[in-house]
Nanobody, 123 residues
């Protein structure tokens, strides 16, 4: 099992930017990494995903064009650059790791999860 540690959350005004990071430790194989978020009273929702090898990226419609996922394989780190933030982006953001090669938008696809980092966007 891997350990995933997120960092970089915080508070920002609408229109601002934040970058959250996720460091993966351990030797377990990982095919892809995903970012999810969960707001109070809502279900956990997919934000973005990236494969380690090819760097293929996937985005939720709600963040396409505003968020950018990237990875640094040498550092076992995945980043989520969030620009043009909106109040509705407020949530706890989680990174997750999967050995599966499809269905990256589904939480059940992922085996290991980080503890989450809070992102708050004020209007």
């Amino acid at each position: 099992q891997e350990q995933l540690v997120e960092s970089g959350g915080g508070s920002v005004q609408a229109g601002g930017s934040l970058r959250v990071s996720c460091v993966k430790s351990g030797r377990a194989f990982s095919y892809a990494m995903g970012w999810f978020r969960q707001a109070p009273g809502k279900e956990r929702e997919f934000v973005a995903a990236i494969t380690w090898s090819a760097g293929t990226k996937y985005y939720a419609d709600s963040v396409e064009g505003r968020f950018t996922i990237s990875r640094n394989s040498a550092k076992s780190t995945v980043y989520l650059q969030m620009d043009s933030l909106k109040p509705e982006d407020t949530a706890v953001y989680y990174c997750a790791s999967t050995i599966l090669i499809s269905d990256f938008g589904l939480p059940l696809t992922y085996r290991d999860w980080g503890q989450g980092t809070q992102v708050t966007v004020s209007s």
